[in-house]
């Protein structure tokens, strides 16, 4: 399925292409297109079709996940790189801090410990196949993933709670729409963010927002 959202953007270069799967790593950015209100186009890979193993999506991006994004012919995979690249097209945004500002260090931060730390243990939780053989036990890789994530949901309230309510104090970031897409996995998990008090008000001010309706709209997951 291809969703074309075309607002007219005076700048034709602000038009988008991401790859997605219903509820995959390309809801933040998804969200973001929506908050900026650009234009878009959203080429769907199907998971539960295997067509992100096909030879023609291999050649776009040869870890054979979404997202993707293909913006002035450049090819840019990983959904936290996606996110800042998009972002720092819009800079009158405010959704990411100026380059210099200690406040840009700290949205380097969370987004690079998201990406390494805190989505990787979400992915063991979800998916210990990919780590050891079938014959192996599984659990362990679960229980072990479950601790990680627990622990980082521990930091991520610490954080929030001295200084929230975003996770760069009084200012909304691209940051916060990461940590909602994986606060959004983490229902289906042991460990879940809606369990803790800051995490939970997070989760719940961002799925108010109109941007994160529209994604969960189109993306069927309402
Ligand atoms: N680190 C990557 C992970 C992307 C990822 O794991 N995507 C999943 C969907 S949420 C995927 O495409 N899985 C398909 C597969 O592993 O075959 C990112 O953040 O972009």
């Known amino acids: 399925m291809v969703l074309s959202i075309n607002r007219h953007s005076k700048k034709d270069t602000t038009i988008y292409t991401l790859y997605w799967d219903k509820g995959g790593a390309n809801m933040a950015t998804h969200a973001v297109f929506e908050e900026l209100g650009v234009s ?4 769907e890979i199907d998971l539960s079709k295997n ?7 291999l050649a776009i991006n ?5 997202p ?4 002035q012919g450049q090819v840019i995979y990983e959904s ?3 996110l800042m690249y998009v972002l720092d097209q819009h800079p009158e945004s405010g959704l990411a801090p100026d380059t210099g500002c200690p406040r840009r260090g700290v949205y380097y931060q969370y987004l690079f410990w998201m ?15 990919q780590y050891i053989s079938a014959e192996h036990n599984l659990q362990q890789v679960k229980d072990k993933a479950n ?7 521990g930091i991520v309230e610490k954080g929030l709670a001295n200084n929230g309510p975003w996770l760069l104090g009084d200012k909304l970031s691209g940051a916060d729409f990461h940590l909602f897409m994986i606060a959004h996995w983490s229902q289906r998990y042991a460990s879940r963010a809606q369990d803790w008090t800051h995490l939970s008000a997070h989760y719940q001010a961002m799925l108010n927002r109109a941007s994160i309706q529209e994604m969960m709209a189109q993306e069927g997951l309402l």
């Open 80 to 82: 936290a790189a996606i």
């Open 68 to 71: 993707t994004l293909v913006h």
């Open 147 to 153: 601790d990680v994530l627990t622990h980082c949901w």
């Open 62 to 66: 040869p870890n054979g996940k979404v």
């Open 115 to 129: 990406s390494s730390t805190l989505q990787e243990a979400a992915n063991r939780w979800a998916h210990p196949e």
């Open 40 to 43: 878009y186009e959203m080429i």
């Open 51 to 57: 067509m992100q193993k096909s030879a023609e999506y």
